[in-house]
């Protein structure tokens, strides 16, 4: 049954007509494939299997947003919450094999919650070189009338050779507030004035508080229960890829890396075991071809949350 939603709810939906043309657009793969075969498409597949049929090392950056221990349903496909220990067996059945698809130069972000991040930091000391844990502010979620808010959520960053890997520190600077300008000479020193007021351009740190988790007023959202931001993937995409570049997401959901990807000039990759969300990223990647803004990112900067007017 459809959801009945308010005239101004932007959630992007799927119609009977649409179903069957998106259906035909999807991979699925029962053979080895080649590069060429699996670029730019979303593959419909168990991440199990189809990891037998993916290239070695052919992506430039792989973006790994698992289910995160929790009892969560998606779509009909129920991940149910395991002991510490199980969760990271779990994390132990794919990520290795994942780690095969990243070129030797390549880069990898692994995301999670506070209750699993420990487990991705073991895993990932296991095959990677861990550079840093991005925390990011997730402002929107239920209280907690027992204990503190949950509003933050890790990303882990490794590479396999630390001393080549790419990492475009200009691309991910955010413009932000200026509330105490300092002048030299009658100038403004390190920042500049516009009509949206007095900014900086700053570096970016592993602590992000300028993300807007995707709501029903916003065209990217969809129906899928723990959908990144837009703004959240480009950061990454932008600062570990170069145009060109293939990424890779083998929990693709409901198509946000892929998309993030095609509008940012790169190549992609996504595996998706859900019908559903397989048909969401298609037709979110056909709106990309002709709508590339990302909410939060223009004329190359990130801004503040609700800085921008």
């Known amino acids: 049954m459809q959801k009945q939603r308010a005239p101004r709810n932007r959630t992007l939906t799927i119609n009977a007509d649409e179903q069957e043309l998106l259906q035909q657009q999807l991979l699925t793969l029962v053979q080895p494939a080649g590069i060429e075969q699996i670029v730019n498409r979303t593959v419909w597949g168990d991440l199990m299997q189809v990891l037998d049929f993916l290239p070695k090392q052919f992506a430039d950056l792989i973006i790994i947003d698992p289910p995160y221990n929790l009892t969560r349903d998606f779509a009909g496909n129920r991940f149910k919450q395991m002991s510490d220990a199980g969760y990271l067996e779990y994390l132990h059945t794919w990520f290795s094999r ?21 487990a991705l930091q073991t895993v990932m000391q296991e095959h990677l070189t861990v550079l840093n844990r991005i925390t990011w502010q997730r402002e ?3 209280g907690a009338s027992a204990n503190w808010k949950n509003g933050m959520e890790d990303i882990w960053f490794g590479v396999r050779n630390p001393k080549q890997y790419t990492f475009n520190v200009d691309a991910v600077k955010v413009k932000r507030k200026v509330l105490a300008p300092y002048r030299h000479e009658g100038q403004p020193k390190d920042w500049e004035e516009t009509e949206d007021g007095k900014h900086r351009l700053t570096y970016p740190s592993n602590f992000w508080d300028d993300i ?24 990454l995409i932008l ?8 990424v890779f997401d083998p929990f693709l959901g409901s198509g946000t890396t892929s998309v993030v990807a095609r509008k940012l000039n790169r190549r992609f990759c996504g595996v ?11 037709k979110r990647l056909q709106l990309a071809a002709t709508e590339s803004a990302i909410q939060g990112y223009t004329d190359g900067v990130f801004w503040e949350r609700n800085a921008q007017r």
Not at 272 to 282: I, K, Q, S, V
């Open 212 to 235: 807007t988790v995707p709501y029903w007023s916003m065209p990217e959202n969809t129906d899928h229960p723990t959908q990144k931001p837009e703004k959240l993937i480009a950061k």
């Open 140 to 142: 929107k979620g239920r």
């Open 98 to 118: 994942v780690v095969e698809c990243l070129k030797p130069n390549g880069s990898l972000y692994l995301c999670g919650d506070w209750k699993c991040t420990s």
């Open 239 to 246: 600062a570990s890829s170069n145009e060109g570049d293939i």
């Open 272 to 282: 998706e075991m859900n019908e559903e969300y397989c048909l969401l990223a298609e």
